[in-house]
């Protein structure tokens, strides 16, 4: 499959995700997303959503959200009682490419007005509007990993990249220099060893380019990695000083 202009947000590829994509968007297929915070599965999605040149819709779940949140509803304004669609509604219509980021924190009843979209039948069902909508040929769906809905999709997992990949992608997407970048991955990768600490989340290459841009404006790396690193993983003072101390050793 020949690829698109490469056009949108720079995405730097690690494995053939690329190439999942768009064989996945050929054959009218959903696409999961499985991977932890920050490595750039959002990145990804905006970059290949500019490459098949349709429009993006991201909704960002929680444990709030439902049906009627992603499908629409019924709005009273100026005495006239107006349907209002939700994300999903808009994005099927336009036959956009529709993102939803952490299914797996939204309510049951959003898996279920999900599924006859994700499957070969590829339709919404909008009780409240009395409507039944097919998807376009240009639609797509991707979600985060949800256990419940796993076999209806494609799948591809993402996890941080080999270390002179994510240096290049910490370097390009920050601005700071080539021997910066190496820094920071080489900091991430001890942090990420250090499993004793039981950090609920880990140093994300998203947490290592916010950094990377701190440096190249010209805070020192000992401080960057201390605001935009080490502040934002933990609030234990023994976690906090591990994890400023690697940072004082690596810069």
């Not at 020949?2 to 590829?13: I, K, L, Q, T």
């Not at 991707?142 to 990949?165: I, M």
Request: aromatic share 6%.
């Amino acid at each position: 499959m020949a690829d698109g202009p490469r056009s949108g947000p720079w995405y730097r590829p690690v494995g053939n995700e690329e190439a999942v994509f768009q064989h996945a968007y050929a054959a009218r297929l959903a696409l999961l997303l499985k991977g932890p915070t920050g490595c750039g599965k959002s990145r990804f999605v905006e970059a290949m959503a500019a490459r098949v040149g349709r429009p993006l819709v991201t909704v960002a779940c929680n444990d709030e959200t439902s049906a009627a949140d992603l499908v629409g509803r019924w709005l009273v304004k100026g005495g006239d009682t107006l349907w209002q669609d939700g994300p999903v509604t808009r994005a099927v219509r336009t036959g956009a490419i529709l993102y939803l980021d952490e299914i797996a924190e939204a309510r049951e009843d959003v898996i279920v007005v999900l599924h006859p979209l994700s499957d070969y039948r590829r339709r919404l069902y909008i009780d409240r509007n009395d409507e039944e909508l097919q998807a376009t040929p240009e639609f797509m769906m991707v979600v985060s990993f949800n256990p419940s809905t796993r076999q209806r999709f494609v799948a591809l997992e993402f996890g941080y990249p080999p270390a002179d990949v994510e240096a290049e992608i910490v370097q390009t997407e920050s601005g700071a220099a080539a021997g910066v970048a190496r820094g920071l991955v080489a900091y991430a990768a001890k942090v990420r060893a250090l499993e004793e600490l039981a950090l609920a989340e880990t140093v994300s290459t998203r947490l290592l380019v916010t950094a990377g841009q701190l440096i190249a404006g010209g805070l020192a790396p000992r401080a960057a990695c201390q605001v935009a690193i080490v502040q934002p993983l933990t609030d234990d003072e023994t976690a906090a000083r591990t994890l400023q101390d690697l940072a004082d050793l690596t810069f």
